[in-house]
């Protein structure tokens, strides 16, 4: 009697940054097999991983507790066959995958293979396939255009009655309208604010900029649904110095928390964006190629200034700060640029505001749990408008263990400082 091996992946639908149990059974005991997955992204490129797996003495493989022996991953790891995704052979160069639509799930299609195999997967039939759906947004989220005022953004509103806190939510200097992150936020119960901010980079003046953003602020902050108070920003790379900035020089706003991702101070005082651009056009003399030609941008702010205009006032910054950045990152100089930061803050006595986090031989990108690692990619300069491929740095496993951590404290920090605390007057049990 031939008996048909049982793949199964759970849950079949989850939220991106929810673990996943991949088991397969009814296989013979110690049977070499090859679990691969498989993705077609919005442009219709194929992303791939794979672990070797050798079943027990019951015939089974379980992903979360066997360890992978080879392939795109090693060692257990319940999310390899996601964080280690890479482009299929022959794909185009520097791909990056990133959700366009928030309002569709990314399919994933995992399947088990005869024997250790590293190519041809779509040539030969698996002996067992199942399909799990990955979603940046829950059941319950609402999804709302904003085109008022000339500001571009999307607004995601959790599920249930509110009020709830609100996140401004920024990406970097690739510009366009990136909603992905907040569309999760949302979905862990924030009013989040994705922003198109670069299309404005016209502003002529640098209170041009700033009235721009406290409007930005007002926006989310007047909605219904949020608490007026308990509003943070978030940005990563260009929109962490926009954070910065926001929060040490905008009059009328004071954000609650703010969470800085790869990004840095070392932003000329009261000058504009497009004269910003200008300041990085002299300094593009610093930026190196690798050998393979990608660029690298980190020594074009090194060594981090001394002199205080070309460097957001730290110690005007009265809300909590957490930085979030990884020691690989080729793209900026996260750490020097955090480093002097806490020197700013502690000579001005706000450093207990400060928490940094630094993770090992991460890049520059950390982004929600289990996004694939892209150690390079393609990308336009915003102000030349040049393709380059650009490195962004990390080592494919250290930086899925970064994102994943980082998303975590990410997380517990916004509810620290932005979910209203239960009444402090408030008898407390005792047993």
Known sequence: ??????????????????????????????????????????????WEAFGYYVSDDRG?????????????????????????????????TGLRLR??????????????????????????PPMASAVTERWYMAPGVQRIDIRERGVKGTIFIPQGPGPFPGVLDMWGG???????????????????????????ETFKTHNECLSYFEKVFSIIQQHPQVIKDRVGICGLSLGATVTLTMAAYCKSISPRCCVCISGSHVFPSGVSFAEVFQFKEMDMGKARLDEQKRVIWRDMILPIPTDPQRKVAM???????????????QNWATVESAEDMAKMMRAAGNDHLLTTLTYHDAGHLIEPPYTPHFRASNFIVQHSKQKVVMLWGGQT????DAQEDSWEKILAFLR????????????????
């Open 60 to 92: 089974r493989v379980t992903v979360s507790q066997d360890a992978s022996l080879g392939g795109t991953y090693t060692g257990a790891e319940p999310m390899g066959l996601l964080w280690s995704m890479r482009p299929v052979p022959g794909s185009r």
């Open 397 to 400: 496993k250290p930086h899925a």
């Open 1 to 46: 009697v031939t008996v048909t091996p049982i793949l199964s992946v759970l849950p079949t639908r989850g939220l991106v940054d929810e673990k996943f149990k991949v088991a397969l059974e009814n296989l013979p005991p110690r049977f070499p097999v090859t679990l691969h997955s498989l993705h077609q992204s919005e442009d219709k490129d194929y």
């Open 315 to 329: 110690g005007r910054i009265k809300c909590p700060l957490l930085l979030v950045n990884g020691d690989d990152d």
């Open 416 to 431: 620290q400082h932005l979910y209203p605390c239960p009444s402090s007057s408030l008898p407390q049990a005792k047993l």
């Open 174 to 200: 690739g510009g366009g309208l990136v909603e992905y992150r907040s569309a999760l936020l949302a979905s862990h119960g924030f009013v989040s604010m994705a922003l198109d901010y670069l299309s404005f």
């Open 99 to 124: 959700k366009m639509d928030v309002q569709s799930p990314m399919v994933v299609l995992i399947s088990a293979y005869k024997g250790h195999v590293f190519e041809g997967f779509r040539e030969q």
